[in-house]
């Protein structure tokens, strides 16, 4: 279980976010909606623990261990993933070598196949091709995708994979998220697309820093609909 308890983040005196209380179960698929400036990102960058991102208040636990200190990389180790918003580019590196991290990480043909079709890239096609120049932004968010699979995350944080120009389909993201919860993984993944709301066990609105809704999938996308979308103010909170 992962437990974000009391959390807020105060950057240049201002709050970005405010009493955070989040539980994440294992096998189970959250889904984080929220408007421009929310603070969503901020929130998965909290869990990932970037630098610049820890909690003025509030800790952050692991199945009761109490992870708020530690590094990216530590929390890596632990089984926590983030898929960034803007995937990062390699130089110099084929499909193949970057999902295998260099070679130093043992994946099968079979697995390296699996995964690659999944995400809906052809591993003939792709595998031997370089990451950087030769693919599109859409394509590499793919190959990035894939390689959050091939790390059979516990839990994998997803920064909208699902925006930019070459949309990834709510199919293939609901192929995604069945593969991590197969292998016992939990995803939450921030999104602007209301449709994907349909992927989620739970489903959170995030408005001005704060959780502001959490439920079914079903209640969540009705308050959105009907206090979101029709919203003309930034980050004030609607009334029920
Ligand atoms: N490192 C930082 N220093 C100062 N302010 C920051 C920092 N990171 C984020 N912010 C501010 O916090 C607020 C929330 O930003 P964040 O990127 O988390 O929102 P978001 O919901 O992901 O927005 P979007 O949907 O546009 O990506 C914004 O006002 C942003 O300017």
């Not at 991102?53 to 636990?61: D, H, M, Q, W």
């Not at 190959?143 to 293939?172: C, H, K, N, Q, T």
């Not at 489903?203 to 704060?210: F, K, N, P, Y």
Request: hydrophobic share 40%; proline share 4%; charged share 25%.
């Amino acid at each position: 279980m992962l437990r974000l308890q009391n959390v807020s983040l105060v950057r240049d005196s201002k709050f970005i976010l405010k009493n955070i209380n989040l539980t994440f179960n294992e096998k189970e698929v959250h889904v984080i909606m929220g408007p421009n400036g929310a603070g969503k990102s901020s929130l998965a960058y909290v869990i990932m623990g970037l630098e610049g991102y820890k909690p003025t208040e509030g800790r952050i636990f692991l199945d009761d261990v109490d992870i708020t200190d530690l590094r990216v990389d530590e929390r890596a180790k632990l089984g926590i993933h983030l898929m960034w918003q803007e995937p990062v580019r390699f130089r110099g590196l084929t499909v193949r070598q970057y999902l295998t991290l260099g070679g130093k990480m043992k994946v099968s043909q079979s697995d390296l196949e699996e995964v690659l079709h999944l995400v809906g890239l052809s591993p003939g096609l792709y595998l031997n091709r370089m990451v950087d120049e030769l693919l599109s932004g859409g394509e590499r968010k793919r190959v990035e995708l894939a390689s959050i699979l091939l790390l059979r995350p516990r839990y994998a944080i997803m920064d909208e994979p699902d925006s930019g120009i070459d949309i990834l389909s709510l199919d293939m993201i609901k192929a995604v998220a069945q593969r991590i919860v197969e292998h016992r993984g939990s995803l939450v993944m921030i999104t602007h697309r209301e449709e994907m709301v349909s992927i989620a066990n739970v489903a959170h609105v995030l408005c001005d820093g704060r959780i502001i809704q959490t439920g079914p999938p079903d209640k969540i996308m009705r308050y959105y609909k009907s206090f979101c979308d029709v919203c003309d103010h930034t980050n004030v909170p609607a009334k029920e």
